[in-house]
């Protein structure tokens, strides 16, 4: 069992700045996720990806946030962090965190309940 929860959207000012956390809690002698990583949703739009971090380092940011997000990670702790600067109005949206594990060569995926993020112009 998986549970993933973030925290720390919020409504800013254009050129603002936030960072949002979060954290998979998993019960038994479970390893450090493969991928943890974030992705968003704004109204009438497809959820994408914002950015994503291996366990082993590697990173993918989307064109979008390049530059102006970065990822980071915390593998004992089983904690993703993403820190979003220079926002834009663009960038108003629901953001989810995303986990995933490997067993046995299966892949299991949780999702967070999501956290809002608005800016303003």
């Known amino acids: 069992q998986v549970q993933v929860a973030e925290s720390g959207g919020g409504l800013v000012q254009s050129g603002g700045s936030l960072r949002l956390s979060c954290t998979a809690s998993?019960?038994?002698?479970?390893?450090?996720?493969?991928?943890m990583g974030w992705y968003r949703q704004a109204p009438g739009n497809e959820r994408e990806l914002v950015a994503i971090?291996?366990?082993?380092?590697?990173?993918t940011y989307a064109d979008s946030v390049k530059d102006r997000f970065t990822i980071s990670r915390d593998n004992a702790q089983n904690t993703v962090a993403l820190q979003m600067n220079s926002l834009k109005p663009e960038d108003t949206a629901v953001y989810y965190c995303?986990?995933?594990?490997?067993?046995?060569?299966?892949?299991?995926?949780?999702w967070g309940q999501g956290t809002q993020v608005t800016v303003s112009s």
């Open positions: 998993a019960s038994g002698n479970i390893k450090s996720a493969h991928v």
């Open positions: 995303n986990v995933v594990y490997f067993i046995m060569s299966t892949k299991f995926e949780y």
């Open positions: 971090m291996t366990s082993g380092g590697t990173t």
